[in-house]
């Protein structure tokens, strides 16, 4: 059985940072790409960041690129977002995914359960 789950997330005032985590377990983790997507109340939910299989490469949605930075541990079988410079409009449920390096949620084939982010102004 694939599980994703995410910790880390908490209510933090604008301009402080937050820490996400995701550890996988029951899937082969170095095969897939790993990306974050968030989903704000009454918002679609969006692409965030994702990183590669190697970790070599990676992509930010245009509102967090220079804030949010995204990594991962092959061994640990951990992606983490390290979330810096937070803003009120950054508040959504986060979530990990595992799939192809892609930006539209729909490649994706396995999803955490989700951490909420709260930015306080």
């Known amino acids: 059985q694939v599980q994703l789950v995410e910790s880390g997330g908490g209510l933090v005032q604008a301009g402080g940072s937050l820490s996400l985590s995701c550890v996988a377990s029951?899937?082969?983790?170095?095969?897939?790409?790993l990306a974050w997507f968030r989903q704000a109340p009454g918002k679609d939910r969006e692409f965030v960041a994702v990183?590669?299989?190697?970790?070599?490469?990676?992509n930010y949605t245009d509102s967090v690129k220079g804030r949010f930075t995204i990594s991962r541990d092959n061994v640990k079988k951990m992606v983490y977002l390290q979330m810096n410079s937070l803003k009120p409009e950054d508040t959504a449920i986060y979530y990990c995914?595992?799939?192809?390096?892609?930006?539209?949620?729909?490649?994706?084939?396995?999803w955490g359960q989700g951490t909420q982010v709260t930015v306080s102004s």
């Open positions: 029951g899937l082969t983790f170095s095969i897939y790409s």
């Open positions: 995914a595992a799939g192809s390096f892609d930006v539209l949620a729909h490649k994706y084939n396995y």
């Open positions: 990183i590669s299989r190697s970790g070599r490469s990676a």
